[in-house]
């Protein structure tokens, strides 16, 4: 069975920090692009970050950069998301997605709609 797994969710105060994982089953992350996203209540989901299969090109958003990191251990077969200075606004589920492609033809996160597996989520609250 083809799946993604997030994991690494949970409660934080303001300013802390969690990390994310994602890993997969049944395929191998090597030929995928990986994506997070995440879906507050209410609001659409958006584009988090994603990083290229080698790990070597890496993208976020205007609202998470400096405090987010995205990386990936292939031998693991997983991704990861560190999370720092988390805000109550980064309260959301979190989802992670692969999207396969070939040669060099990453062309940064691209839209959701492009990703061939996702995971279940994993929520993420930050609050006092």
């Known amino acids: 069975q083809l799946q993604l797994v997030e994991s690494g969710g949970g409660l934080v105060q303001p300013g802390g920090s969690l990390r994310l994982s994602c890993a997969a089953s049944g395929f191998s992350l090597d030929y995928y692009a990986v994506g997070w996203f995440r879906q507050a209540p209410g609001k659409e989901r958006e584009g988090v970050s994603c990083?290229?299969?080698?790990?070597?090109?890496?993208n976020y958003a205007d609202s998470v950069k400096g405090r987010f990191t995205i990386s990936r251990d292939n031998a693991k077969n997983t991704v990861y998301l560190q999370m720092n200075s988390l805000k109550p606004e980064d309260t959301a589920v979190y989802y992670c997605?692969?999207?396969?492609?070939?040669?060099?033809?990453?062309?940064?996160?691209?839209?959701?709609?492009?990703?061939?597996?996702w995971g279940q989520g994993t929520q993420v609250t930050v609050s006092s």
């Open positions: 997605a692969a999207r396969r492609y070939s040669g060099s033809a990453y062309y940064g996160c691209r839209t959701a709609a492009e990703y061939d597996y």
């Open positions: 990083i290229s299969r080698s790990g070597s090109s890496t």
